[in-house]
């Protein structure tokens, strides 16, 4: 239902996830009964919303600071967005009896591309993780 919806709005399905809508200038993406919207333009994202309230019975939890057990934090001023899987791996390791191991925290690089590799994908955007 959500899906015809949304195409309704002129929102497109992305070809790598079927639950990650978007148009030219927003990023929907649906897990279950989770809507995370992604756009800079807080407008944008009011008119989805009532539109998407008008349809669908909702809560809005205003600014998300967890998706999918990732911590999401913000720095608006620096542009930096920055998941955190601690959550879910302190879990992960309390399962398997490792909560005593040591992690250690790697950074990406800087405008660091995550992208499946298919043929038709750019070699110079390509990084593995």
Same mark, same amino acid.
């Given at each position: ?15 790598? !996830?079927? !639950?990650?809508?978007? !148009? ?7 897990y279950?009964?989770? #809507?995370?919207?992604c ?32 911590? #999401?934090?913000?720095?608006r ?21 490792l ?12 405008r660091?591309?995550?992208?499946k ?13």
């Amino acid at each position: 239902m959500m899906h015809w919806f949304l195409n309704s709005l002129k929102y497109t399905q992305i070809h790598v !996830n079927n !639950n990650v809508f978007r !148009n030219d200038i927003l990023f929907i993406t649906i897990y279950v009964d989770d #809507i995370l919207i992604c756009r800079s333009d807080k407008n944008e994202i009011l008119d989805l919303k009532i539109k998407l309230s008008n349809h669908f019975e909702m809560t809005d939890c205003e600014i998300c600071k967890y998706y999918l057990k990732m911590l #999401i934090t913000w720095n608006r001023t620096l542009w930096m967005l920055t998941l955190s899987q601690k959550i879910y791996f302190t879990e992960i390791f309390k399962d398997f009896s490792l909560q005593n191991i040591k992690t250690v925290i790697i950074s990406m690089k800087f405008r660091a591309y995550l992208i499946k590799i298919i043929k038709i994908a750019k070699s110079e955007l390509i990084t593995q993780y």
